[in-house]
């Protein structure tokens, strides 16, 4: 077994209840035989870190024990389990976007290539795991590490956990072709890198839709080809009836037809909102696709049926990332087709973390500046 400058300590940043975390030192993970150390290099902050500070739990995940935090991260390999293949992959040294997700690889869908949606998942800071990638030091098997090239930055490395969720909706699941037209609701950002995603791939048209200007805004400048601010509910109208209402005003308003070329093949919702869910399934074209990628508050919405039935519609669920989504995120941002920096709007040192989980949670810092994605480095 080979060693590369491993340090003794192993500071981590520990969440112990709702809105209570601390910084812990842990002790180093010893690896397996498949298995690398990799000293974390940069962690980014999903909304589902900050969930869990906020509430304990999310669905069916629940707090139980004290669990660190992070699992969009990046790192360099600092020590090799002896099994680990000599093909010159993952070597040591190796800079590499770390895929936090173990399955089990014996189950049904394991051996059926939805590794994914595996039963006995082992996923880092989500319940009953204890450990998050926001420490030092962090155990993996070597094929869930994706060698970063050289003009792929260890911040885009991060940022490759959430590329990937944008890769599984929109190329694994959604099937988007060049020249299609596909509508984002939520420009948040997954929202966001949804539409790089379309954009990488050649997409005709990318509407995003978005109830803050600010965000359409941004999502214009980045990977928007179209954007649209739904106007307010009417007092006494029905969600059903607002829904069509505003799915008639898109179309109107950006010159979209309802079928045939130039018609919407795809819908991404990427905000959990039920009235976006709604009006998704309303604009798809006959035999479009929608994605359900966002989790809201309330999972529990009308679905309008008749449009589903009606128009043979694919409607889906996507759950985080699976074979292959995690290498073409590196291909795009290696090739230039996506660039990650604009989105990266806040950096801090690990020592800064909760300063950085507050900044995430009010959704802006002091001086009023939005936030996007905010990086934290790893222990110094």
Do not use: W
Not at 218 to 242: C, H, K, Q, T, W
Not at 330 to 355: C, M
């Amino acid at each position: 077994m080979s060693n590369y400058e491993i340090k003794s300590d192993n500071p981590s940043f520990v969440l112990h209840g709702i809105e209570d975390v601390k910084f812990e030192n842990r002790p180093v993970p010893e690896i397996k035989n498949d298995e690398c150390l990799i000293a974390v290099s940069k962690t980014g902050i999903c909304g589902s870190d900050v969930h869990y500070l906020c509430h304990g739990r999310i669905g069916d995940f629940v707090l139980k024990e004290p669990m660190c935090l992070g699992h969009e991260s990046s790192g360099t390999v600092v020590k090799l389990g002896p099994g680990v293949k000599n093909d010159g992959r993952i070597n040591l040294g190796s800079r590499v976007a770390m895929e936090p997700g173990v399955s089990c690889r014996t189950c049904t869908e394991c051996k059926s290539g939805m590794y994914e949606l595996c039963p006995h998942m082992s996923f880092a800071a989500t319940p009953p795991i204890i450990y998050g990638t926001l420490c030092r030091y962090y155990v993996l098997p070597a094929d869930m590490l994706h060698p970063l090239p050289d003009s792929v930055t260890d911040e885009d490395g991060a940022m490759m956990e959430p590329l990937s969720v944008g890769v599984h909706s929109v190329h694994s699941l959604g099937k988007l072709q060049s020249d299609q037209v596909v509508i984002v609701f939520g420009a948040g950002p997954v929202g966001l890198l949804c539409m790089a995603v379309a954009k990488a791939l050649g997409a005709r048209r990318i509407i995003a839709v978005d109830i803050q200007q600010e965000r359409l805004d941004f999502a214009r400048s980045y990977a928007a080809s179209d954007i649209f601010l739904p106007g307010a509910r009417d007092p006494n109208e029905s969600m059903e009836v607002y829904c069509a209402r505003v799915s008639d005003e898109i179309r109107t308003t950006l010159n979209i037809p309802a079928r045939d070329h130039g018609a919407v093949d795809l819908a991404i919702e990427a905000s959990g909102a039920p009235t976006c869910i709604q009006m998704g399934i309303n604009i798809l074209k006959p035999a479009g696709t929608y994605v359900q990628v966002g989790m809201g508050r309330n999972m529990n919405v009308p679905l309008p049926l008749f449009h589903v039935i009606n128009k043979q519609l694919k409607v889906l669920g996507s759950f985080r990332y699976g074979p292959g989504d995690y290498p073409l995120a590196v291909s795009l941002v290696e090739r230039g087709l996506i660039d990650l920096k604009p989105l990266v709007t806040h950096r801090f040192g690990f020592e800064q973390a909760k300063e950085a989980f507050e900044v995430n949670k009010l959704g802006r810092d002091e001086s009023g500046k939005g936030v996007i994605k905010a990086i934290i480095s790893g222990p110094e």
